[in-house]
């Protein structure tokens, strides 16, 4: 059963993140249709285009932001300053609201959220992607520099996601084992399995075809189904916002005394 956050308009959470898990997948996939709204959408994506001209990173087809800074050496970030308030507020709080699992405890719920593992407790460092119709990104891993837990919420327009298995020569299967459609104003959790055994990517395409219960893992969670009655979704501009931990976190004098 979904609770409503009564600050937030439409926003709708679970009692628990079990009640948010994706079927047919490994069981470490969750998905939120309404983990915010449409005025903190608007919201983001207008701190988003505000942001300095030096934040964005353009590359060949898309561009995309990283706060509160790069990575230093690959895996290392930087401890000099926090990610601001409009990245943190409202996600961060109501990622951390939402135990795993169902408990009656309220001191057990209160530490059993997705990142009670995690070195820091909740997310470090934000990557801002924005991909326009036609614009995707190849097959990956996001690597180890990060706690197994990848929250990506998206704005703006919906599009799928493809999670891809590795083939024992060490190269990729190109149909995806499975898809997952993520719309506007969504949350989607991936970690253990999901992160460290498969890869997943976006089709560089305008629409998302095919679309239907049987060929889109998350059907049953979406908000609006009957949207895609039709097997399709026309894409516009969708920005994501990657919540992660980044282990290894320095102070930059400590940092410059450790090169060589």
């Known amino acids: 059963m979904a609770m409503t956050d009564p600050s937030s308009g439409s926003v709708r959470l679970p009692q628990s993140l079990e009640q948010a898990r994706i079927p047919n997948l490994p ?11 449409e005025e903190e959408e ?18 060949t087809h898309r561009r995309l932001q990283t706060w509160p800074s790069d990575l230093v050496r690959g895996d290392t970030l930087l401890d000099t300053t926090p990610l601001p308030d409009w990245l943190k507020d409202p996600v961060i709080p109501r990622l951390l609201s939402i135990p795993v699992s169902s408990d009656s405890d309220t001191e057990v719920q209160s530490s059993n959220h997705i990142f009670a593992a995690s ?14 119709p036609e614009t995707g990104i190849m097959p990956h891993k996001d690597g180890g520099a990060y706690h197994p837990v990848v929250c990506t919420v ?3 327009s919906s599009l799928c996601l493809n999670l891809y298995k590795a ?7 190109p149909d995806p084992v ?21 890869l997943h990517g976006i089709e560089p395409i305008s629409v998302d075809a095919d679309l239907s219960e049987k060929t889109v893992a998350n059907w049953s969670l979406l908000r609006s189904p009957s949207a895609f009655a039709e097997g399709k979704n026309l894409r516009e501009t969708r920005t994501s916002l990657t919540y992660r931990d980044v282990l290894k976190v320095s102070k930059l004098g400590g940092l410059l005394k450790r090169r060589p």
């Open 119 to 132: 070195p820091h407790k909740q997310p470090n460092h934000v990557l801002i992607n924005e991909y326009p």
């Open 154 to 156: 998206s704005l703006g």
């Open 42 to 59: 608007k919201l983001i994506l207008e701190k988003i285009e505000r942001a300095p001209k030096a934040r964005w990173r353009q590359l």
């Open 178 to 198: 499975w898809r997952i459609l993520q719309e506007p104003r969504s949350l989607l959790i991936t970690t253990q399995d999901l992160y460290t055994e498969y």
């Open 167 to 173: 083939k024992e020569d060490g190269g990729i299967d």
């Open 27 to 37: 069981p470490s996939a969750f998905y939120i249709a309404d983990f915010i709204s």
